[in-house]
């Protein structure tokens, strides 16, 4: 079974542009979550979709924002690009949501650097 | 979320056992523990996880202690690929589905 896939995986923007970056998750999983990663905040959680629908939201801004299509693909967008944004953002999926055992599977991240 | 803490950074040898340790004191009777790793250039991986009683997998073993206020990752035998940052996450029945990572414990292996 292919794991998680992201794209692309490097990625240059320069500031005020706008991205978007997309997920593929494990065949059969419904859940999927971004995370973004960078050297001082470490792992952050930005947001859960299940069923195409929004189920949790981090403590980021409204320039981020994503989607769920009806195949479990996700993209997530960022708009108004800020030097800040650079970073390692991280898709991950699972089966279902609501049980606690349930593993989270990454993927291999799309590495953004704004200039 | 409770919260965990970890050593910042652990060294180890090949092929030696490495115990990595978490501290949960504020760990509910419902939180299953969670261990996750993520190598150099890599998303994190998923190591194993438990809820009260001991569990080993092809990976590792996680001990949990008997008030459940803390845990061990156990590493039987450290290889080079072990390196890693490891991540210690309590998850809540009821709570949401996404993974608070804290600092982690970076475990270097020696050759």
């Known amino acids: 079974k292919a794991g998680v896939t992201q794209t692309p995986r490097y990625l240059i923007k320069t500031r005020g542009q706008q991205v978007t970056l997309s997920c593929s998750p494990i065949?059969?999983?419904?859940?999927v979550s971004w995370y973004q990663q960078t050297p001082g905040q470490g792992l952050q959680f930005l947001f859960e979709?299940?069923?195409?629908?929004?189920?949790n939201k981090g403590n980021f801004p409204g320039r981020f924002s994503g989607r769920q299509f009806s195949n479990s693909r996700s993209e997530m967008n960022v708009s108004t690009l800020e030097l800040g944004d650079s970073a390692l953002y991280l898709c991950?999926?699972?089966?279902?949501?609501?049980?606690?055992?349930?593993?989270?599977?990454f993927g291999p991240g799309t590495r953004l650097l704004v200039l | 979320d409770a919260k965990t803490t970890q050593p910042n950074s652990m060294e180890s040898n090949e092929e030696e056992p490495v115990h990595l340790p978490c501290n949960h004191s504020?760990?509910?009777?419902?939180?299953?523990i969670h261990w996750y790793r993520q190598l150099p250039s890599q998303g994190p991986e998923y190591v194993i996880h438990?809820?009260?009683s001991n569990v080993n997998n092809r990976m590792a073993s996680l001990a949990i202690a008997e008030d459940r206020k803390s845990s061990t990752l156990i590493l039987h035998r450290a290889t080079l690929r072990d390196a890693a940052v490891y991540y210690c996450?309590?998850?809540?029945?009821?709570?949401?589905?996404?993974?608070?990572f804290g600092k982690g414990t970076k475990l270097t292996v020696n050759p």
């Open positions: 996450i309590l998850r809540s029945r009821g709570g949401s589905e996404k993974l608070v």
């Open positions: 991950a999926s699972s089966l279902m949501r609501g049980d606690k055992k349930e593993t989270q599977y």
């Open positions: 438990g809820l009260t």
């Open positions: 504020t760990i509910s009777g419902t939180d299953y």
């Open positions: 065949s059969g999983h419904r859940s």
């Open positions: 979709y299940f069923s195409e629908t929004q189920r």
